[in-house]
């Protein structure tokens, strides 16, 4: 009862924290990431921000969200080695979690205190964004994993997983790549919006343009590739780890794969409103989860060379 418990609330903490990466993404959109100055952890030198502008009101309830967050992983950690026992997956996990939340939090706080935020249109922004992106996903997978192992995932299995298991590899690196390039496109959007879609299209072109616009286009080049590589890999794990489970991941990915590709197209198409950058984010937070799921349940079956012939072929009945 107390592990079925802690999973409810493994899968509580994984929703919360999706809920906060949205309001960062519109902390971003809205350029409202100097709302607190260059003050960390304090708010323009403030515990409390007193008459606050509408930036700093964003900005610091940010904040409020991602503190509250880091509680609910110390809480989860807390109980996870409460409730399995030494050595469990789920255990380490939420350790991985803890981690990445840190990590999160650091990131964070460098962006801030170096200033790469509101207009800042450098280099070392579109990096340091993209990081954070990264991390980001690492933290909602370890997230997924736990609650995931929680309700009962088997452990991965990673040797001797063969082709399959490269290709999944692959796909999890091609769309921690494609996260990235999301997020300097984001930015892009934000700083240098357009007009019409024919002007940003010729913007994007441009020899004269600033970097970010001129990287615009290779995000949509990276999703389409990463989409055909993803069903081809999903497919794969249908046919060579045939179970329940993974044909759900597998066909999950596949349908919000192609719903993110439309959803993409229809931001561009729409120049980028606040709104729909929030909705192709949390579609990319979605697929890069049920990428982690469906990693997680072909690694927990056994490679058919591993699998007894007695089980892979069992003798016929008698009867």
């Not at 697929?287 to 058919?304: E, I, R």
Request: aromatic fraction near 10%.
């Amino acid at each position: 009862m107390k592990q079925t418990r802690f999973a409810w609330f493994a899968w509580g903490v994984l929703v919360y924290n999706l809920l906060v990466i949205m309001w960062g993404a519109f902390v971003r959109a809205t350029g409202s990431g100097a709302g607190c100055g260059e003050h960390w952890p304090v708010c323009n030198g403030q515990i409390i921000p007193r008459a606050p502008r509408i930036e700093t009101i964003i900005e610091f309830s940010h904040r409020m969200t991602t503190g509250l967050a880091g509680f609910l992983v110390i809480a989860l950690v807390v109980w996870a080695f409460r409730a399995f026992p030494r050595g469990h997956r789920v255990r380490w996990g939420a350790a991985l979690t803890m981690l990445f939340i840190v990590l999160e939090g650091a990131v964070g706080a460098v962006q801030v205190k170096l200033g790469l935020v509101a207009d800042n249109p450098s280099l070392s922004r579109a990096l340091v964004g993209s990081i954070h992106l990264v991390n980001t996903f690492f933290l909602t997978g370890a997230m997924v994993l736990t609650a995931w192992w929680a309700s009962g995932g088997a452990a991965p299995r990673l040797r001797g997983q063969g082709v399959l298991g490269v290709m999944l590899g692959v796909g999890l690196v091609a769309a921690l790549l494609l996260g990235a390039s999301g997020a300097v496109t984001a930015l892009g959007d934000t700083l240098f919006p357009s007009t019409s879609f024919r002007a940003g299209f010729a913007q994007d072109f441009s020899p004269t343009a600033h970097f970010l616009i001129r990287l615009r286009v290779f995000h949509p080049v990276i999703a389409i590739l990463v989409g055909i590589y993803t069903v081809l890999a999903s497919l794969a794990a249908v046919r060579l780890r045939p179970s329940p489970k993974t044909r759900a991941m597998a066909y999950g990915l596949c349908a919000l794969f192609f719903t993110q590709l439309l959803l993409g197209a229809l931001n561009i198409y729409l120049l980028a409103p606040v709104w729909m950058q929030l909705v192709h984010l949390l579609f990319a937070d979605l697929v890069w989860l049920f990428m982690v799921l469906l990693a997680a349940s072909v690694l927990a079956q056994p490679a058919p060379a591993d699998v007894p012939a007695s089980v892979a072929h069992p003798a016929p009945s008698l009867n």
